[in-house]
């Protein structure tokens, strides 16, 4: 699927290609554990393997079920990444023996609680790409800078939509029940993909939006588009990179409460000061929706499905964001953090404006 891009340079060139060496992911618990407890809390590092493998070669060596293994999010498979998980206390002894390809045990300690899905404050994220040239490198500093400076858009990255990309479409089958799938775990993936594909949809049609804004004056876009002349003036003239509208629905960053945009001066500043983001819809059921002018363009990304519905910050910010270049390997290191279920792939896209899988 197409996309637009938040930033304003050319498409930049270099070669990336997931894998444990060039692409590392560490998980930042959302909590400090109390160090007892019931539940045995590791920290597991693994390559090559996706989270649900790991989980799985370690209920097989337990005896137990998947279920009982807790975890916070899924990681990427084609990297080296760490992350938490719980077991019950009485399996410590049994784990000392534990050993298997891919799979170290590197520290633990204990909590009261189970780890569940959620539990992680976002991750840390270490990327190499390969085969830049100077030129290229600079620009990439810039893209990075525009991004410290100004975030991103959220877009949901390629590894939702499958190998070959089309998970949405059998996906929008089972939550309109014009297909089956017995697994419920696979029936979910499927269909988060469709809520997905459709949320990318809708904020690259934002995107659009955005670059008409700043790109024409507001009498110009008043002839070409459904739009109120005061509500392109009131969009003009915002400062932010992504431009709100009546009826968007805000939401407190990176966590908090949902609210109505009002376009007041109180609103705009809290936008501009990252304290509020605005949000896009994940459709289905038990889910609010944007109202005005910003819920006529989302109703064009919505669908009546048998799933629940969710929100989703549409615009995100990064933070301890590094860049270091190379020359003599012709290769460029990046650091940053980024808020729980965004993707790194994604800052990847926006830096090279393209497709990099």
Same mark, same amino acid.
């Given at each position: 699927?197409?996309?637009?891009?938040?930033?304003?340079?050319?498409?930049?060139?270099?070669?990336?290609?997931?894998?444990?060496?060039?692409?590392?992911?560490?998980?930042?618990?959302?909590?400090?554990?109390?160090?007892?407890?019931?539940?045995?809390?590791?920290?597991?590092?693994?390559?090559?393997?996706?989270?649900?493998?790991?989980?799985?070669?370690?209920?097989?060596?337990?005896?137990?079920?998947?279920?009982?293994?807790?975890?916070?999010?899924?990681?990427?498979?084609?990297?080296?990444?760490?992350?938490?998980?719980?077991?019950?206390?009485?399996?410590?002894?049994?784990?000392?023996?534990?050993?298997?390809?891919?799979?170290?045990?590197?520290?633990?300690?204990?909590?009261?609680?189970?780890?569940?899905?959620?539990?992680?404050?976002?991750?840390?994220?270490?990327?190499?790409?390969?085969?830049?040239?100077?030129?290229?490198?600079?620009?990439?500093?810039?893209?990075?800078?525009?991004?410290?400076?100004?975030?991103?858009?959220?877009?949901?990255?390629?590894?939702?939509?499958?190998?070959?990309?089309?998970?949405?479409?059998?996906?929008?089958?089972?939550?309109?029940?014009?297909?089956?799938?017995?697994?419920?775990?696979?029936?979910?993936?499927?269909?988060?993909?469709?809520?997905?594909?459709? &949320? !990318?949809?809708?904020?690259?049609?934002?995107?659009?939006?955005?670059? =008409?804004?700043? +790109?024409?004056? %507001?009498?110009? $876009?008043?002839?070409?588009?459904?739009?109120?002349?005061?509500?392109?003036?009131?969009?003009?003239?915002?400062?932010?990179?992504?431009?709100?509208?009546?009826?968007?629905?805000?939401?407190?960053?990176?966590?908090?409460?949902?609210?109505?945009?009002?376009?007041?001066?109180?609103?705009?500043?809290?936008?501009?000061?990252?304290?509020?983001?605005?949000?896009?819809?994940?459709?289905?059921?038990?889910?609010?929706?944007?109202?005005?002018?910003?819920?006529?363009?989302?109703?064009?990304?919505?669908?009546?499905?048998?799933?629940?519905?969710?929100?989703?910050?549409?615009?995100?910010?990064?933070?301890?964001?590094?860049?270091? &270049? !190379?020359?003599?390997?012709?290769?460029?290191?990046?650091?940053?953090? =980024?808020?729980? +279920?965004?993707? %790194?792939?994604? $800052?990847?896209?926006?830096?090279?404006?393209?497709?990099?899988?």
């Amino acid at each position: 699927m197409d996309r637009f891009y938040s930033l304003a340079h050319a498409s930049i060139d270099f070669h990336f290609k997931q894998s444990p060496r060039d692409f590392v992911v560490e998980e930042l618990p959302i909590y400090e554990f109390s160090g007892e407890g019931e539940h045995l809390i590791l920290l597991v590092r693994k390559k090559n393997l996706s989270t649900n493998e790991m989980v799985g070669q370690i209920a097989r060596y337990l005896g137990i079920k998947n279920r009982e293994i807790g975890y916070a999010g899924l990681k990427d498979k084609h990297a080296m990444t760490k992350q938490y998980i719980s077991l019950h206390k009485k399996y410590e002894e049994a784990m000392e023996g534990f050993n298997f390809e891919g799979i170290k045990i590197i520290s633990k300690t204990y909590h009261n609680n189970k780890i569940r899905i959620g539990h992680l404050k976002g991750n840390r994220f270490y990327i190499k790409i390969k085969k830049v040239n100077p030129t290229s490198a600079a620009k990439i500093d810039e893209a990075l800078k525009s991004i410290k400076n100004n975030g991103m858009p959220n877009y949901f990255g390629y590894q939702r939509f499958g190998n070959d990309g089309d998970n949405h479409i059998l996906g929008e089958k089972l939550a309109k029940g014009e297909a089956r799938e017995r697994n419920p775990r696979v029936k979910k993936l499927l269909i988060n993909a469709y809520q997905s594909y459709l &949320f !990318n949809n809708w904020l690259s049609k934002r995107l659009e939006l955005n670059s =008409l804004v700043s +790109g024409f004056t %507001a009498k110009e $876009l008043a002839t070409q588009l459904s739009i109120p002349l005061e509500e392109l003036e009131k969009m003009k003239a915002q400062t932010h990179a992504f431009k709100l509208m009546s009826g968007d629905l805000m939401e407190h960053y990176p966590k908090g409460k949902l609210f109505e945009f009002e376009a007041t001066e109180n609103d705009f500043s809290r936008f501009n000061e990252r304290d509020i983001s605005v949000t896009g819809l994940l459709c289905g059921t038990k889910v609010r929706v944007a109202e005005g002018l910003a819920g006529e363009i989302e109703k064009e990304y919505d669908d009546e499905i048998n799933a629940d519905g969710a929100r989703r910050f549409a615009w995100i910010y990064p933070t301890d964001i590094e860049g270091r &270049f !190379n020359p003599i390997e012709a290769q460029y290191e990046l650091n940053f953090t =980024l808020p729980k +279920g965004s993707y %790194a792939t994604v $800052l990847l896209e926006e830096i090279a404006k393209r497709k990099i899988n």
